[in-house]
């Protein structure tokens, strides 16, 4: 019988698989990632394991809070909402940018991380997790610079 696999193994190993499965969605429906293709990956349940969808509000957003997923129900299976600050209403080409870092949390719950949201996004993006994070930054950044907070 085989050991346990360690809290660090597990972090590694989920880690591993949202890479590939960023990597998987930019082949399905890359290598540009707009709208469009966003929208269609919210309906691949191989990709978006319960059903999403993206609101432009700020409710029940946090002050600086960019995107939020807001569930449906009790149940994940009830879906999600992901709110999108209405500021990036008009800069749909980012959108993907924030509603892929979502992706992740509604995925795989309270076990994903900061780190594996950013991995996944950027490897879906087909970029470098530094570049996305600064891309990230920039975005969030909008909200203070509007006096959206």
């Given at each position: 019988?085989?050991?346990?696999?360690?809290?660090?193994?597990?972090?590694?190993?989920?880690?591993?698989?949202?890479?590939?499965?960023?990597?998987?969605?930019?082949?399905?429906?890359?290598?540009?990632?707009?709208?469009?293709?966003?929208?269609?990956?919210?309906?691949?349940?191989?990709?978006?394991?319960y059903?999403?969808?993206?609101?432009?509000?700020?409710?029940?957003?946090?002050?600086?809070?960019?995107?939020?997923?807001?569930?449906?129900?009790?149940?994940?299976?009830?879906?999600?909402?992901?709110?999108?600050?209405?500021?990036?209403?008009?800069?749909?080409?980012?959108?993907p940018?924030?509603v892929?870092?979502?992706?992740?949390?509604?995925?795989?719950?309270?076990?994903?991380?900061?780190?594996?949201?950013?991995?996944?996004?950027?490897?879906?993006?087909?970029?470098?997790?530094?570049?996305?994070?600064?891309?990230?930054?920039?975005?969030?950044?909008?909200?203070?610079?509007?006096?959206?907070?």
């Open positions: 019988m085989s050991a346990s696999p360690t809290p660090a193994t597990a972090k590694r190993s989920l880690s591993d698989h949202v890479a590939d499965k960023g990597a998987e969605l930019r082949a399905k429906y890359g290598p540009q990632i707009g709208w469009r293709e966003l929208q269609q990956v919210l309906l691949d349940r191989s990709l978006v394991r059903p999403c969808e993206v609101a432009f509000t700020s409710e029940g957003l946090r002050d600086g809070e960019f995107a939020y997923p807001h569930p449906q129900g009790d149940k994940p299976e009830d879906g999600y909402i992901i709110r999108v600050h209405p500021l990036y209403m008009t800069e749909l080409s980012l959108v940018h924030l892929l870092y979502q992706l992740v949390a509604v995925n795989y719950g309270e076990f994903a991380s900061t780190d594996d949201a950013e991995t996944f996004a950027a490897a879906a993006l087909g970029m470098e997790v530094q570049d996305y994070y600064d891309a990230l930054c920039r975005l969030a950044d909008q909200l203070g610079a509007c006096g959206c907070d």
